[in-house]
T-cell receptor, first 113, second 115 residues
Framework: DAGVTQSPTHLIKTRGQQVTLRCSPK?????VSWYQQALGQGPQFIFQ???????QRGNFPDRFSGHQFPNYSSELNVNALLLGDSALYLC????????????FGPGTRLTVT | DQQVKQNSPSLSVQEGRISILNCDYT??????FLWYKKYPAEGPTFLIS?????DKNEDGRFTVFLNKSAKHLSLHIVPSQPGDSAVYFC??????????????FGGGTRLMVKP
């Protein structure tokens, strides 16, 4: 049973560019959340998707957007990259109707130069 | 405004002894609490959780205690093993049936278990 998978593992981008990160949830999970983890800090909630709609959003600018597909996989898009967007981006999945635990993927390390 | 705080950035214990990791929260609407363990270059791994209707939950070597009046929870690991060395995150959520169940994380505590 595959867990949460994310791609790519690492990514280097230049300021002003755009990036797309991808996530496949754990089998049986229909809800996907995205978090940003800066160095030395805890993960910060970006947004959560369920039934292909953004259900909840954290304190992140509109440059951060997402999408969920019918197969429950998800994408995180960041436009007009800033140096401060350099972080580990974590995807987590959960079964909405059952349980409150979220299960995380290995993350994508984004470096903005 | 940090709603979940882990005031000890690091903790060092001897193998076989008890590790106690602490977490404080300010939002009284939080009703579910979780602990995650994170190794370098990996995502957080779910360890144990507790609902606000309980004050203790145990799973093998891991026990979580919740003191709602003090808005404090702790994770006890007994006995500690070198493989437990990792960063531990406390997280909290509040139920919102119309929206989602976002997790609010603390800053983490690095646990080092010495052989």
């Amino acid at each position: 049973d595959a867990g949460v998978t994310q791609s790519p593992t690492h990514l280097i981008k230049t300021r002003g560019q755009q990036v797309t990160l991808r996530c496949s949830p754990k089998s049986g999970h229909d809800t996907v959340s995205w978090y940003q983890q800066a160095l030395g800090q805890g993960p910060q909630f970006i947004f959560q998707y369920y039934e292909e709609e953004e259900r909840q959003r954290g304190n992140f600018p509109d440059r951060f957007s997402g999408h969920q597909f019918p197969n429950y996989s998800s994408e995180l898009n960041v436009n007009a990259l800033l140096l401060g967007d350099s972080a580990l981006y974590l995807c987590a999945s959960s079964p909405r109707a059952v349980g409150r635990e979220q299960y995380f993927g290995p993350g994508t390390r984004l470096t903005v130069t | 405004d940090q709603q979940v705080k882990q005031n000890s950035p690091s903790l060092s214990v001897q193998e076989g002894r008890i590790s106690i990791l602490n977490c404080d929260y300010t939002n009284s609407m939080f009703d579910y609490f979780l602990w995650y363990k994170k190794y370098p270059a990996e995502g957080p791994t779910f360890l144990i959780s507790i609902s606000s209707i309980k004050d203790k939950n145990e799973d093998g070597r891991f026990t979580v205690f919740l003191n709602k009046s003090a808005k404090h929870l702790s994770l006890h690991i007994v006995p500690s093993q070198p493989g437990d060395s990792a960063v531990y995150f406390c997280a909290a959520s509040e139920i919102d049936n119309n929206a989602g169940n976002m997790l609010t994380f603390g800053g983490g505590t690095r646990l080092m278990v010495k052989p």
